[in-house]
T-cell receptor, first 113, second 118 residues
Framework: GNSVTQMEGPVTLSEEAFLTINCTYTATGYPSLFWYVQYPGEGLQLLLKATKADDKGSNKGFEATYRKETTSFHLEKGSVQVSDSAVYFCALLGGGSARQLTFGSGTQLTVLP | DVKVTQSSRYLVKRTGEKVFLECVQDMDHENMFWYRQDPGLGLRLIYFSYDVKMKEKGDIPEGYSVSREKKERFSLILESASTNQTSMYLC?????????????????FGQGTRLTVV
């Protein structure tokens, strides 16, 4: 079946540091890949997505590239801000007629001023 | 904008009570989902529905049931609440996923219901 393995947290960085959160997946067919973000006390919001190999999703300075050869979708940001403190979830939607997302375990990011 | 609304942000119930968690979406989405979120375990799918009166079990359906009488509303039911069902519950909806090609759509989430069973 489908699965997502996400970098263990928590991650603590200073403001303006470089961020990488690793995500690898196992899936049948040709999945779509997503990063969601959850701010304290809120539900999940879509951060970015990529629907085919070599696609790069980007939003709010975050980027992730769909790498089929390494089955990875690592999240990166060049310079984090305090407001980026949140939990980040990698997810996939399996190929074919799949309807439900499969999520990683989430990575807590704390950015210190 | 898509809006997914869960009826309560916080809920406290007693062991053995029957609990209803309600979710409504306003974008005519076919698919609706219930997840629970626990520290270190991420999001786990309880049930989902791809049409009115249709439902499918997710990864952890035990102790739960669901109801979808109208397209916009998806209810999660805890028949007899237990303390191990204390958790954050998240509802989501999405458009029908196309079988071949075309855009793959993401899911949109409600704000969550933090349920405590005492």
């Amino acid at each position: 079946g489908n699965s997502v393995t996400q970098m263990e947290g928590p991650v603590t960085l200073s403001e303006e540091a470089f961020l990488t959160i690793n995500c690898t997946y196992t899936a049948t067919g040709y999945p779509s890949l997503f990063w969601y973000v959850q701010y304290p006390g809120e539900g999940l919001q879509l951060l970015l997505k990529a629907t085919k190999a070599d696609d790069k999703g980007s939003n709010k300075g975050f980027e992730a590239t769909y790498r089929k050869e390494t089955t990875s979708f690592h999240l990166e940001k060049g310079s984090v801000q305090v407001s980026d403190s949140a939990v980040y979830f990698c997810a996939l939607l399996g190929g074919g007629s799949a309807r439900q997302l499969t999520f990683g375990s989430g990575t807590q990011l704390t950015v210190l001023p | 904008d898509v809006k997914v609304t869960q009826s309560s942000r916080y809920l406290v119930k007693r062991t053995g009570e029957k609990v209803f968690l309600e979710c409504v979406q306003d974008m005519d989405h076919e698919n609706m989902f219930w997840y629970r979120q626990d520290p270190g375990l991420g999001l786990r799918l309880i049930y989902f529905s791809y049409d009115v009166k249709m439902k499918e079990k997710g990864d952890i359906p035990e102790g739960y049931s669901v109801s979808r009488e109208k397209k916009e509303r998806f209810s999660l039911i805890l028949e007899s609440a237990s303390t191990n069902q204390t958790s954050m519950y998240l509802c989501a909806s999405s458009l029908l996923t196309l079988r071949t090609g075309g855009p793959r759509t993401e899911a949109f989430f409600g704000q969550g219901t933090r349920l405590t069973v005492v």
